[in-house]
Each structure stands twice: as C-alpha cells, then as structure tokens.
C-alpha cells in the first residue's frame, strides 16, 4: 500500500467542520490502496479517527501578540476595550473597520502561522526514517500549504494542494489590504505543487486562469453515512425550520425567511403555535433585533454552540433543514460544507437567498430540497412544505438516494485515489505521461 503525507490543521477531535474532509480521507482512502499519514497540531486528549498521526507543537501568534502588550489573549479587543459592536447587519463602527484592516497584516498569511516552524521540524525527523509516495495538503489555513511544499524539498514525491476554499481567488479575500502580497506567496507557494484541486467546478475554473499548466480536478465534499446510523430519527410535533452554523454576519441572511414566515403567520397561512424556527450557532447581535423586527420571538429559538452529536441529532430529528446561501452575487462556487452534512441527516432542505450555482445544481440532481431563489418561490415552497406536514405529520423526504450516494465520504475518497494514482504515476512514468480517464476533472 502506497503511503501519502496528509497535512491539515483542522481535524476531529478537533471541533471544526474543515476537519470532515481529512477525516473522511483518513478513513477510506487505505480501501483504494494509499495509507494517510496525518499532520495536525496536538489534539485534544479524545478518541483519534484515522491510523498513524504525527501530532506537533503549536504556537497562537494572536494570543502571544496579545500578551506582548498586557491584554488578555483570550479575550476579543472590542472587549477588553468596551468598544460596542453594531447591531446592524452589514454595519461596521469605525473602530471595527480599523481592526478588520490590520487583521490582513497580523494574521500573514493566516492566523494559523504559529504552526508552521513546529510541523517543518516534526516533518524534517520524519523524513529521516520514513519514505513517502505522495503529500496531500489541504486548506484553510493555508499555512498548511506552505508546509506541503516544504514537505515537497524533502520527500521530492508528487504533492497536491487541496482547496476547500480559495486562496487569494475566494472573494471575501478580495478586500484586503494585504492582497497583492498574498497573491504573490501563493504562486511562489503553489509553483511545486503537481496538482490542485477544489470543491467545485466554478472555484476549478478560477484556479485554470491562474495556473494554465497545472492539473486541476473537481472533488466535492461530502458526508460518512456512519455519522447518521444507529440514530433514533423522531421528528418534531411541530413544523421545524433548523439552522446549524454559522451566519458569518450578513453573509448568510435569514431575513428572507423570517419576512415569509411573519406574512404567513399574519394571514393565517400558517399557525403561529405549529411553527418553530431554531439556530444552532455562535451568538449573532444583530440577529434578535431582525427576529424582533418582524414580530417573531415566539417562533424563533436561539440556541449557542452545541456539540457535533447534538447538532446532528437536531438536524435529523427537524422537519425541514434550512440553508442560507451566500450573498455575494458573484459567488456561485460555494456549497457550504452544511449541504452535505444535510444530505446525511436525511431531510427535506430549504436554500434561502444567494444566486444559482452548485448548491442549486446538487439540491436538483439528489431531489433533497428546493433552493428558492425569489420571495415567491420561498412562500410556495413553504406551504407546500406545511402542506405536506398537516397531511402526514411529515414533511416528507423524497431525494433519490443513488443520487446522494455520490457524495459520501467514501466516493469522495475514491476520487482524491484517482488523483493521487494519477499524479503518482506521472511523476514517476519515463515520459511523464499517463492516463486519465476516469479522473474527476
């Protein structure tokens, strides 16, 4: 069995949804014929998902910048400094936008930096009694990237780089001070790299105009069917809307809904008592406002963090599961990593808001939910949705599980062998050439 250096920040325990995606390759890739081997700072003291770990050392830059000038590194500035914080969507104070424009500065190339010297020391010892076939890296942080291509010097084994986001090509990056020199560590930083991939072809083709001579593949992200099993699925008396993540403050807007539903309620379309709505996420300040806004505070339930177990307990036992697309309208490549955690929870979904893309494309193909793009196709959706549930008691899930199929974890781990048998055989082939058929492009 061919043997690949699988280098990510984000992994379980560790709780952070980036952390699926390595997992899942971690776990399945060994029944295509490659071992992982993953780097990750230390992990928290739980069970280890996976086989061999080399577990590093980790230094938090931001923490120790904070000591350096007495503050307490645990602690937000607006905080320590009883700066207020804006209630309203999309309204940024002055002292918000200052700290937003050093953020860029601070947190070169990312916030994640702090690793970098330890994962280069533990992969040079490695390097001495260990030979390995291939280095899969993937991001955020990029950092991790930047230690790939060490890892590359060293090994002098194919590498590819792996995008869950873009780079400096992801949009939210596009305002930043600090961009031109991004830009520029990013191609010194990738020009080693033998392949990229990312989680969509939208995001695949903005990659293509920068690096024209490199292989660049599509693999999406996915779900473990073993996350879903053995779970008691009981759905909720009343008509359930459930949300779980982030809102990422005006990003992902939930006033669309919470307008439909007020008008619903209003004109007894809908039965105030029947109807809940629940987030499940980092507090928001501006969100109770909007709930208030539109007279809902006995419909909406908020609720903080809750443990993945928790999360997906709630999601399977919600009538209907609500994601809120992106709301940049030139972005059209982003899923969500939700879509597909939703798609393993197994019930109907709703998309509110954003453009038509990818998340619209995967919700027509698997039938597992409606993506209503215009106010009026979101009220039909909804009572057809509240139809259904007085009928039955259900919404009920009607997506075509071949459909679904394709974006478990384990077809996802298929595709990255694809890759790595690929970009394995190029590398090492007298000519440098090798088929590719059958490789997800």
């Known amino acids: 069995m061919r043997k690949v250096l699988l280098i990510t920040y984000h992994y379980p325990p560790r709780p952070a949804i980036g952390g699926l995606r390595p997992r899942a390759l971690a776990k399945y890739l060994p029944d295509y014929g490659w071992e992982a081997i993953v780097l990750t700072p230390r992990l928290p003291d739980a069970k280890r998902q996976g086989g061999q770990f080399i577990e590093t050392g ?10 350096k000038f007495g503050l ?16 309203k969507r999309d309204t940024k104070l002055f002292h918000t936008r200052v700290i937003d424009w050093l953020k860029p500065w601070l947190a070169y190339p990312d916030f994640e930096k702090g690793w970098i010297p330890f994962a280069s020391e533990a992969i040079a010892e490695f390097a001495k009694r260990e030979q390995m076939d291939a280095i899969l890296t993937t991001s955020p942080p990029e950092s991790c990237h930047i230690i790939g291509a060490r890892a590359k010097k060293l090994w002098n084994c194919p590498w590819i780089a792996d995008f869950r986001d873009l780079w400096t090509q992801n949009l939210a990056q596009s305002k930043h001070s600090s961009l031109k020199l991004r830009v520029r560590l990013e191609k010194k930083t990738l020009a080693a790299a033998n392949a990229l ?7 695949r083709a903005r990659l293509a105009e920068r690096y024209t001579a490199k292989p660049i593949y599509t693999i999406t992200n996915g779900f473990d069917p073993d996350d879903f099993q053995n779970r008691p699925q009981t759905l909720t008396e009343q008509f359930s809307i459930t949300y779980a993540g982030q809102l990422y ?5 939930p006033g669309p809904l919470l307008e439909v539903l ?3 309620i209003r004109e007894q379309m809908l039965p105030l008592e029947r109807v809940r709505v629940r987030f499940y996420g980092p507090p928001e300040p501006w969100l109770p406002d909007l709930i208030a806004r539109y007279g809902l505070q006995a419909v909406v339930e908020l609720h903080d963090v809750v443990g993945r177990d928790e999360a997906l307990q709630r999601e399977m036992e919600s009538q209907i599961l609500l994601l809120l697309g992106w709301s940049d309208a030139k972005e059209t490549g982003q899923h969500s ?19 038509r893309g990818v998340l619209t494309d995967v919700l027509e193909e698997t039938r597992a939910g409606i993506h209503a793009l215009s106010k009026t196709k979101l009220r039909e959706s909804i009572l057809a ?18 459909a679904v199929e394709q974006y478990s974890h384990r077809q996802m781990a298929r595709k990255f062998a694809d890759v790595l048998d690929v970009t394995a055989d190029v590398e090492n082939s007298p000519s440098g050439v090798t088929a590719l058929s059958d490789v997800p492009h």
Do not use: C
Not at 72 to 87: C, F, I, T, V
Not at 249 to 253: A, I, L, M, T
């Open 197 to 203: 991939v990312t989680v969509s072809d939208p995001w």
């Open 262 to 264: 007020s008008e619903l």
């Open 385 to 402: 949705m509240y139809r259904d549930f007085k009928d039955s008691g259900r919404v009920r899930y009607q997506a075509d599980p071949e």
């Open 249 to 253: 403050r005006g990003k992902r807007d």
């Open 58 to 67: 980790y230094r938090d830059v931001l923490q120790d910048l904070k000591s």
């Open 337 to 355: 990593g939700k879509l597909f955690e939703y798609l393993g929870a197994g019930r109907p979904i709703l998309a509110v808001g954003g453009n």
């Open 72 to 87: 307490n590194p645990r602690q937000a500035l607006h905080q320590q400094w009883h700066l207020p914080l804006s209630n």
